[in-house]
């Protein structure tokens, strides 16, 4: 098993926020950020599991370390892992 990487609830810049698009699903898909990931919170409503995955920051600079879900979908970068938040 790989090891999940660790972030403090401190170290989040907002809470997690549902873009329009996901909102009043079976599956709530959310997101929120750090200074170095962009976490994204998957909740099955179904059978109660939640899920937390880290991204980089897209590699093309088309975020400048900032992502607005309460608007869209942020674009992702590449995967770094599963999040354990403290």
Same mark, same amino acid.
């Given at each position: &098993? @790989?090891? @999940?990487? $660790?972030?403090?609830?401190?170290? =989040?810049?907002?809470?997690?926020? #549902?873009?329009?698009?996901?909102?009043?699903? &079976?599956?709530? $898909?959310?997101?929120?950020? #750090?200074?170095?990931?962009? =976490?994204?919170? #998957?909740?099955?409503?179904?059978?109660? #599991?939640?899920?937390? $995955?880290?991204?980089?920051?897209?590699?093309?600079?088309?975020?400048?370390?900032?992502?607005?879900?309460?608007?869209?979908?942020? @674009?992702?970068?590449?995967?770094?892992?599963? $999040?354990?938040?403290?």
């Amino acid at each position: &098993m @790989k090891n @999940k990487i $660790v972030i403090d609830r401190d170290e =989040l810049q907002s809470g997690f926020l #549902t873009p329009p698009v996901n909102q009043g699903q &079976m599956v709530d $898909v959310s997101y929120a950020c #750090t200074e170095d990931y962009i =976490l994204e919170r #998957t909740e099955d409503r179904s059978d109660r #599991t939640l899920e937390i $995955v880290a991204y980089h920051y897209p590699a093309d600079g088309s975020e400048d370390n900032g992502i607005e879900p309460w608007q869209a979908v942020p @674009k992702l970068g590449r995967r770094a892992g599963l $999040v354990e938040l403290r």
